[in-house]
């Protein structure tokens, strides 16, 4: 009875399939390539090991997952692009590190990661899902003997689900294979339902999870008198350096690193000396060949000696008043801002650590000079050690001292003498064609490097003044407008605010190792493109354009008295309800 019984269930249960047993690769093969060529498409094979050949003989058809792997990478490059220029080009413009708002090459980073990422997120739950996984269960390990198939047995098995099945003809073609053991493939009776401890294990690693979620929104919303917990602590407090700034850690003491001695760019060494320098080195050679002869090997021939003893020469004369002026107002300061940038200099030199100054400042390759001579003069007023014979007391010195520029020898000594950036022949004119290209290049260029500070209209009021001010900086000095007389051409020539961008001047960083050559002097032809729309005249206008400029004025005129009236009745009115 027990035994009918069993017979009766064994028959109800389902049957998925057939499966024969092999002895060898070859056998298996030749039944793989019968039943491949009687018409069957839904069949596998299992080996204890991978076998060349085996999905040629079963006829299985190349996989679709590297389609679904290489949409997913597409998937990931567009929407990082995408993301990236919407956020940083269109929804919120903003240069980060002199970049364009649109930089390809700096979107590359995300773009990568994003793709390598969704690439293999879809080859891997592209796998699962064309392999019908996960499977809690498989039909074949209903039968003990395909324990074997990870030792020395192979299977191949049959899917009832396929067209031409039909138990009796597999088996018939099974068994004319050669294989010594033919079964029916049926479902596994074990228990269906999932023990009650998986979902109570599932349960609290949801909760735990849910932690420290918990905790980082607690520190969002909380303030807390002790610092945050430091994982590593070489990154947290490592040294933050300003550009300017002097550090211990380096044998010259300067933060900043400056040029490979005796490098040049690719190409740069093709244009002449006057286009690489800003200036008229015959003309200089006439004036004072020692320093012509300098320039010549400081520039055509890497000697370091010579570029030091330039910056050398520069930095032991303080500028005139008028030229004072002019190179503070090209740094962002107005008339009485020179005294402002003194203090500035004079209170951080205060606030450095002791150990951070050098005992002895040397002159630096590519410092400009009045930054140099700034620099240099607290640190030759602080040794107490050696002191000079004419040196007051702190009292009357103090009192003596105005301005730091007052207090330099050299100042008093030199009053009279022109300085050197006064001396200097400049060029006058800029060396390359001026057209259309050259000045789109400088205004890429210009929106790129100098409109962080200067703002895209040359007025002084870029994203970094702004930020500024609205931190409340006292020693902040804001940057120069290029609109000022003592910048234009008449007054400062091409080839010095060429110099002052490739070597820069006070607290203004050199550009030389940053922007091109041509493209520095495309820079200075689009500043003064932007100085003569400040003053353009509509004789300058073309004829085609001057009723569209003259219509657009007498809007923009009409808009200002509106607003004018507008504002001129708000205030009536509040002088009413105040009375």
Request: with cysteine; glycine share 6%.
């Amino acid at each position: 009875m027990d035994q009918k019984t069993m017979s009766e269930t064994k028959t109800e249960r389902i049957v998925h399939g057939i499966m024969a047993e092999f002895t060898s690769v070859d056998s298996l093969l030749d039944a793989c390539r019968r039943v491949r060529d009687a018409g069957y498409t839904k069949t596998d094979a299992y080996t204890p090991f991978p076998v060349h050949g085996i999905d040629r003989a079963l006829g299985i058809k190349p996989t679709v997952l590297p389609w679904i792997a290489l949409a997913g990478g597409l998937s990931g490059t567009l929407i990082a692009l995408s993301m990236q220029i919407w956020m940083n080009g269109i929804d919120y413009k903003y240069i980060i590190s002199g970049k364009p708002f649109i930089s390809l090459p700096a979107f590359m980073p995300v773009a990568f990661e994003l793709t390598i990422l969704l690439a293999s997120f879809g080859a891997f739950f592209g796998m699962w899902a064309l392999n019908g996984l996960p499977k809690f269960s498989n039909p074949m390990f209903t039968d003990p003997r395909f324990d074997r198939a990870t030792d020395d047995r192979f299977f191949l098995y049959i899917d009832a689900k396929d067209e031409r099945y039909d138990a009796d003809g597999v088996r018939n073609l099974l068994t004319e294979t050669g294989s010594g053991y033919i079964n029916e493939v049926v479902e596994d009776d074990s228990p269906k339902e999932v023990p009650k401890p998986v979902f109570l294990v599932w349960g609290l690693m949801v909760a735990f999870s849910i932690v420290p979620l918990l905790c980082i929104l607690t520190m969002r919303v909380t303030n807390s008198s002790r610092p945050r917990f430091h994982v590593f602590f070489d990154m947290d407090f490592s040294p933050a350096k300003d550009a300017q700034q002097v550090t211990s850690l380096f044998y010259d003491n300067r933060a900043m690193r400056p040029d490979v001695p005796g490098t040049v760019a690719r190409g740069q060494l093709s244009e002449s000396l006057d286009m690489m320098t800003g200036i008229n080195v015959e003309e200089l050679a006439q004036q004072n060949a020692p320093r012509a002869e300098r320039l010549v090997r400081a520039y055509l021939q890497g000697d370091e000696q010579a570029k030091a003893e330039e910056v050398a020469e520069v930095s032991e004369q303080d500028p005139p008043a008028d030229e004072a002026d002019a190179d503070a107002a090209e740094e962002g300061s107005s008339d009485e801002q020179p005294a402002q940038q003194d203090s500035a200099d004079d209170a951080s030199a205060e606030d450095k650590p002791a150990e951070d100054k050098p005992a002895e400042e040397k002159p630096a390759d590519d410092q400009p000079a009045a930054e140099k001579s700034a620099e240099d003069e607290p640190g030759k007023e602080e040794p107490a050690e050696n002191p000079p014979a004419e040196e007051k007391p702190a009292e009357d010195k103090a009192a003596e001292e105005p301005t730091p520029s007052e207090s330099s020898p050299q100042a008093t000594g030199n009053a009279s003498q022109p300085s050197v950036m006064e001396t200097t022949p400049w060029l006058k004119q800029n060396p390359l064609t001026i057209d259309a290209d050259l000045l789109a290049a400088g205004k890429k260029q210009f929106g790129i490097y100098c409109s962080v500070c200067h703002g895209m209209d040359g007025r002084g009021n870029g994203l970094v003044n702004r930020r500024a001010q609205a931190k409340g900086f006292d020693t902040w000095v804001p940057p120069a407008s290029l609109h000022q007389e003592t910048l234009y051409a008449d007054q400062y020539p091409d080839g010095k605010l060429f110099s002052t961008i490739s070597n820069g001047i006070r607290k203004m960083p050199g550009y030389a190792s940053q922007i091109q050559l041509r493209d520095r002097w495309a820079i200075v032809s689009y500043v003064r493109a932007l100085q003569m729309s400040q003053n353009a005249s509509m004789e300058m206008v073309p004829e085609s354009r001057r009723e569209e400029i003259e219509r657009e004025v007498t809007q923009v005129k009409a808009e200002l008295e509106r607003q004018a009236e507008e504002a001129a009745k708000a205030a009536a009115e509040r002088e009413k309800k105040s009375s």
